[in-house]
């Protein structure tokens, strides 16, 4: 989950999965360019960064208001989580 209550809302809409289905789409501003944290990457893409950033968060069709975002995601595949 990804909490973007916190977050600057620079954009919010609507997409349809399977032209029938909607689910939500925000675009964030953060302070924070979240690292990979994984222990094999160089420092520079391991660890978190103090930085304006953007990010693209979205909901699903099944539980929706409850935001992911594609890094999130790809961390969870990655993982195993």
Do not use: H, W
């Amino acid at each position: 989950m990804f909490d973007i209550s916190s977050a600057k809302v620079i954009k919010r809409g609507i997409c349809l999965y399977d032209n029938a289905v909607e689910y939500e789409v925000v675009i964030v501003e953060s302070n924070i360019l979240y690292g990979s944290g994984d222990y094999e990457d160089l420092p520079d893409i391991a660890n978190d960064k103090e930085v304006k950033c953007y990010y693209g968060c979205f909901d699903s069709p099944g539980n929706r208001g409850v935001f992911s975002n594609a890094n999130q995601e790809l961390r969870n595949a990655t993982n195993g989580e």
